[in-house]
């Protein structure tokens, strides 16, 4: 039994999928802070498959508790947080507090009952700004904002963790920029309010629910001015994380990867070919640059490669179809 916590949030949904249909039995915990019960009924729909939903936070030590006393849980796959880059500098301690906090109520309990494998969502934040890319695992870590701090924050508990005790086996995955959706366009990313992420915001647009894209600067040192990501499917990512489960059920340590295609796209190629593959025009004006954004990050894939046997095979074009599906199929996200 594999414990998911946030399995209703964007990425985890997609990962139980992944898990239910390789076969896995999984139990899974999320307090809908930022995700509907919905998208747990959904996930049961595609997989054919039922499970256990505990509607609790990771804070509720007792309750959490009581998931790992009622499941033979073997390891933990932890995507639980809060992940919203401006609202974590207006609320750093409300960040600080759950995303730590609730890492280490979790680390708590997977100690007292023995059960020491964690894969870790992390994010390419971590590396704030590069110094060169592609990124490899091993570049400084400089994250540049409270969200950002709690992703390295964690991921040096991980670490203390492990020297404390060899038997732990921990998989850190340090995310590039998660789009797309489950081809079943049933799935997906359902932001509150309006998005900050580029993707969401761009389908809210073709859909008509707001009215024009900001593009943030036009004038870094990229082919096109615009800056530049490492877009990767989720359905690719989700996989990713069967790949560092396996790690972590065969091998004792602490490893890093980085989840991302290796490519970069600048924000006119992703708009340019949104509008190609769905037909519908994207408005966009060019304003001021976003505060504490870089001009261009993408993934250096090889460890992924060599070590977990992981690469991402979906296009830029699949991720945007597949984006476009789920917003017109759910045009008001989860109800
Ligand atoms: P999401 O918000 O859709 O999912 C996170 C889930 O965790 C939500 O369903 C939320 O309700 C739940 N949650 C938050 N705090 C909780 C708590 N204390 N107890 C129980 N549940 C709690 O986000 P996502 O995009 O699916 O991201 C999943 C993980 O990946 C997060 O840790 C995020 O920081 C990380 N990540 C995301 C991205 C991205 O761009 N989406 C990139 C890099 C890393
Ligand atoms: C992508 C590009 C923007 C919105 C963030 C987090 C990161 C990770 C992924 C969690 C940039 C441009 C965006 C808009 C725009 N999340 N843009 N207009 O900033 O790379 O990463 O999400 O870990 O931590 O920082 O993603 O989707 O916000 O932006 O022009 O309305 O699109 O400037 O170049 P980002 P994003």
């Given at each position: 039994m594999i414990l998911v916590t946030g399995a209703a949030g964007f990425i985890g949904s997609h990962a139980c999928v992944e898990l239910l249909n390789a076969g896995y039995e999984i139990v899974t915990v999320d307090n809908l802070s930022n995700s509907k019960r919905e998208a747990i009924n959904r996930v049961k729909q595609i997989t054919k498959r039922d499970f256990l939903f505990y509607p609790i936070d990771l804070l509720d030590k007792e309750a959490l508790e009581k998931v790992f006393i009622e499941n033979k849980i073997k390891a933990v796959i932890h995507f639980a947080g809060l992940k919203a880059v401006g609202e974590s500098t207006e609320k750093p301690l409300m960040y600080y507090y759950n995303n730590i906090v609730g890492t280490i109520i979790l680390c708590e309990l997977m100690t007292k009952y023995k059960i020491k494998r964690i894969v870790f969502s992390s994010s390419a934040?971590?590396?704030?700004?590069?110094?060169?890319?592609?990124?490899?695992?091993?570049s400084p870590l400089r994250a540049m904002n409270p969200y950002g701090r709690t992703k390295l924050m964690i991921e040096e508990i991980l670490r203390d963790l492990y020297l404390s005790d060899k038997s732990w086996s921990i998989s850190i995955l340090r995310y590039f920029n998660p789009v797309g959706a489950h081809p079943s366009g049933t799935i997906g990313e359902d932001p509150n309010g309006?998005?900050?992420?580029l993707m969401p915001f761009i389908t809210q647009v073709a859909i008509g629910k707001l009215n024009q894209l900001k593009?943030?600067?036009?004038?870094?040192?990229?082919i096109d001015g615009t800056g530049i990501r490492d877009y990767i499917h989720v359905v690719d990512l989700a996989k990713g994380h069967l790949k560092a489960l396996e790690v972590v059920m065969n091998t004792f340590g602490v490893k890093v990867f980085n989840l991302g295609t290796g490519s970069g796209y600048s924000v006119l190629q992703i708009i340019e070919t949104f509008e190609k593959v769905t037909k519908k025009s994207v408005p966009y004006q060019i304003v001021e640059r976003r505060q504490g954004d870089v001009a261009a990050i993408y993934a250096d894939t090889n460890k992924a490669k060599d070590e977990l046997g992981w690469v991402a095979t979906k296009g830029l074009e699949e991720m945007c179809i597949d984006s476009w599906r789920w917003q017109v199929n759910n045009p008001k996200g989860y109800i």
């Open positions: 934040t971590v590396y704030g700004m590069p110094d060169q890319v592609p990124i490899s695992e091993n309006i998005p900050s992420n593009v943030f600067g036009n004038d870094y040192e990229t």
